[in-house]
């Protein structure tokens, strides 16, 4: 394994993890990332998407974890020269990926509130932001910004016709929800 001098790769307890997987630790000379040039590319290719993304939705850079966990999960399931004509998924698990759930990363959501939390009068989903896919579970990642947190969940419809960012602005006629 070939990585530069970060700290995260500095530990005895990293490099006795190795050890134990047979895995030969490389370092590269400080301020030298050329010669990392694989996981340098990426890195750019990676963070050129972030940056489109957040600027395609309207949300802030504080969103941009949640843009390259979008962009990763998607690059994973998308062809690519050096593997194709099959995924990284697949090679990983054997299993052909389904992308019938990708979304438009900054939609507006519509977040299901159970019955059981709402009475009859009140409204039966909270507005949120698509900002990706869930992690554990089949689902996504919304945005809730009158509850500044983001949850996880399959019930949810996305309307990807609609720009989350402008449409809770226009809604609320204010960039209070801290947006934009």
Known sequence: MRSDNGLE??????????TKLGIKMERTSLYTPEQNGIAEKFNRTAMDGVRAMLHDSG???????????????????????????????????????SVRHFRIFGSLAYVHI???KRNKLQPR?????LVGYSLRTKGYRVFLPNENK???????????????????VKINNTSMLNLT
């Open 150 to 168: 983001v949850i996880e969940t399959i019930h949810v419809y996305i309307d990807e016709s609609k720009n989350g960012v402008r449409s809770l």
């Open 59 to 97: 949300l802030q850079p504080k969103f941009w974890a949640e843009a390259l966990l979008t962009f990763v999960h998607a690059k994973n399931r998308c062809e690519h020269k050096l593997t194709s004509p099959l995924t990284p998924i697949e090679i990983w698990s054997g299993f052909k990926p």
């Open 125 to 129: 989903a909270k507005l949120g932001i």
């Open 9 to 18: 790769f500095c530990h005895k307890e990293f490099e006795n993890f190795l």
């Open 114 to 116: 159970p019955k059981i």
